[in-house]
Each structure stands twice: as structure tokens, then as C-alpha cells.
């Protein structure tokens, strides 16, 4: 079964402090993975998507890993601000075309704290 | 930055009322989806469309209907709302792009419409 597992489901840090999160995947063939940021009562805005053939992707301050062998990505986040403050939200996809299925994880609820 | 809009924002309504939610998007998208989502929990697809008059049901059962008929609008519509609807309603649109050898698709989401049914 095509699952999307996160890890942890909570997370609380200190401003400036750096974190990293956790993904898990089962899906198969797969194509890329995403990972979103979600503010509350907003819409998931994409952070970075990685292809098979990519390791690292990085976004500002973000910077997340993909493992294509052992089925893993983290999300890492330098010197966290009070804007981080968010669900981070894992998706991978099984195929690249207009077939593409996406599998939401569901989010890992990062609070940062002054 | 994406422009996709989502009416209302917020929605509190009573059982049996029909309702339509609202989306939009200018960027020519052809592709368009609608997901649920509960508080703590992953995205399900209800919905998606592939371009004008096209529409299908995504993996979540779902008793609210869509229509395409123009690339720039989706809106989804509840003829009898009832408690158990009571969810987030999110909106994506999304456009082919190159990364790589490979095309993917990137899906800009709306803001959302929260739906209470009372």
C-alpha cells in the first residue's frame, strides 16, 4: 500500500534553533517528492520537489534530502524564526505525467517559540 | 507567487442548505483539483478536472459535484450540506514543468475554505 508516513507529529523549538523532519514513504514507482508548508487556515505553499536523480534541493533556509534507496527524505530548517511556525507537509508523487497521483502525509506541526 | 482565490473563507451553514465553494485561478492552469482536509490529517482528493469539461472523482467519496467550464474556474458544489461535511476544502491548480528529464507537475493551492454545517 502507498503510504507516506511523518515524523515526529509535533515539534516545539527555540527561535534560531535548528530542527529536522522526518519522511517515510512506501510509494511505488516513484517520481518526486514535495515538501509543503502549511499555515494555519491557509493553503500548502511548496517548499522544494526532488526527482529521483536529486539528493538535496535547498530553499533558503530549508534544505531537504531525498534517499531514493532506502525511501526517506528529511526536511531540514536553519536558525528557525517565529514564521516557521507551521505544519510541514510531506507529498510524494508515483508518476511525473499527466497520471501523476500525489500521497499526502500528514504533517509534521512545528511551533517555534521566542 | 500563485493566484489561485477561494470563496468564502469561512462558511457556517445549517444542515440540509445547498452551497457552492467558490475557486478560481488565472494562470491558465488546465489542471485543477479540490481536496478535503481534516484538522491533523492528510490532503484527500475529491476532485479533479484536466481541463474544460472534464471532471473526476479522486480517491475520497465524496457527495459534493464539480463542474469545468472555463479553464479558469472549478467550483464545487454540496446540494445538501449535512454535519459530517464539516472539513477544510482546499484548491489546487498546477502546470507541467521540465526538472531534469523528467515533467512534473507543481500544485499551487488556495487558501481554503473552512465549512462548519451545523
Known amino acids: 500500500k502507498n503510504q507516506v508516513e511523518q515524523s515526529p507529529q509535533s515539534l516545539i523549538i527555540l527561535e534560531g534553533k535548528n530542527c529536522t523532519l522526518q519522511?517515510?514513504?512506501?510509494?511505488?514507482?516513484?517520481?518526486?517528492l514535495r515538501w509543503y508548508k502549511q499555515d494555519t487556515g491557509r493553503g500548502p505553499v511548496s517548499l522544494t520537489i526532488?526527482?529521483?536523480?536529486?539528493n538535496t534541493k535547498s530553499n533558503g533556509r530549508y534544505t531537504a534530502t531525498l534517499d531514493a534507496d532506502t525511501k526517506q527524505s528529511s526536511l531540514h530548517i536553519t536558525a528557525s524564526q517565529l514564521s516557521d511556525s507551521a505544519s510541514y507537509i510531506c507529498?510524494?508523487?508515483?508518476?511525473?505525467?499527466?497520471?501523476?497521483?500525489?500521497?499526502f502525509g500528514r504533517g509534521t506541526q512545528l511551533t517555534v517559540w521566542p | 507567487e500563485a493566484d489561485i482565490y477561494q470563496t468564502p473563507r469561512y462558511l457556517v451553514i445549517g444542515t440540509g442548505k445547498k452551497i457552492t465553494l467558490e475557486c478560481s485561478q488565472t494562470?491558465?492552469?488546465?489542471?485543477m483539483y479540490w481536496y478535503q482536509q481534516d484538522p491533523g490529517m492528510e490532503l484527500h482528493l475529491i476532485h479533479y478536472?484536466?481541463?474544460?469539461?472534464?471532471?473526476e472523482k479522486g480517491d475520497l467519496s465524496s457527495e459534493s459535484t464539480v463542474s469545468r467550464i472555463r479553464t479558469e474556474h472549478f467550483p464545487l458544489t454540496l446540494e445538501s450540506a449535512r454535519p459530517s461535511h464539516t472539513s477544510q476544502y482546499l484548491c489546487?491548480?498546477?502546470?507541467?514543468?521540465?526538472?531534469?528529464?523528467?515533467?512534473?507537475?507543481?500544485?499551487?493551492f488556495g487558501p481554503g475554505t473552512r465549512l462548519t454545517v451545523l
Open positions: 507529498v510524494v508523487s508515483d508518476r511525473g505525467s499527466t497520471l501523476g497521483r500525489l500521497y
Open positions: 519522511c517515510n514513504y512506501t510509494v511505488s514507482p516513484f517520481s518526486n
Open positions: 526532488m526527482t529521483f536523480s536529486e
Open positions: 494562470m491558465g492552469h488546465d489542471k
Open positions: 478536472s484536466y481541463g474544460v469539461n472534464s471532471t
Open positions: 489546487a491548480s498546477a502546470t507541467p514543468r521540465s526538472s531534469g528529464a523528467r515533467i512534473t507537475d507543481t500544485q499551487y
